[in-house]
Each structure stands twice: as C-alpha cells, then as structure tokens.
Nanobody
C-alpha cells in the first residue's frame, strides 16, 4: 500500500513558476514508477509527466515539455513537479500517482495509487 498526498497548488499569474510536491508513505516507494496527471475544468484527466522507479527516466506530455520537470527523492519518499512559464491552460487539479511497473507509465488505468489532488489556477 502507498498513500500519496499532494501539496503546493495555488493561484498564480501566467509566466510564474510553481513546484508541486507529493509525499508518499508506505513500503517500497522506490520500486514504484510515479506520475503526475491533471484534470482541467470540464475535461478528462490527462498525463503530464512520469518518472521511472530506479533509473529516473522521465517522460512528458508535449504540452508541458520544456516547461515542467518531474523529479523524485526516494530517500525522502517525495516526488516533485517543477512548473515554469505557467499558462492559463495549465489550470487544473493535479494528481500524483504510483504504479508498480518500473518503467514510465502514461496510461492512467495502470496506476494503482492516487492522491487527492491539488488545485493549480493560472490567471492571465
């Protein structure tokens, strides 16, 4: 079992930066690949970024590539999402998720554990 709690979401201006954090508890955190997803108002949940369990291989959605960076600290059981050059279209509830496969996972249905989400609002 893995419990996930996101934090760091808030109201920011377009062009600002923000870092989201995901705190994990439970066993074997380092064995899970981790992902960030988001759900904009009235839309489906979508993949944002993922990081593999041990090698730290990362993968990003095209919409955030070059602006967002995912990282993890296995010793602290933390996952981060650094978001730069934020745009109004980045407004969404952001979720942290954990998956058993060690590789980066893009498909939300393969993630086993989810946090409750944190709201990010980017004003123009």
């Amino acid at each position: 079992q893995v419990q996930l709690v996101e934090s760091g979401g808030k109201l920011v201006q377009a062009g600002d930066s923000l870092r989201l954090s995901c705190t994990a508890s439970g066993r074997a955190f380092s064995g899970y690949s981790m992902g960030w997803f988001r759900q904009p108002p009235g839309k489906e949940r979508e993949f944002v970024a993922g990081i593999s369990s041990r090698s730290g291989t990362t993968y990003y959605a095209d919409s955030v590539k070059g602006r967002f960076t995912i990282s993890r600290d296995n010793a602290k059981k933390m996952v981060y999402l650094q978001m730069n050059s934020l745009k109004p279209e980045d407004t969404a509830v952001y979720y942290c998720a954990a998956a058993s496969p060690v590789a980066v996972i893009v498909d939300a249905s393969e993630y086993e554990y989810w946090g409750q989400g944190t709201q990010v609002t980017v004003s123009s």
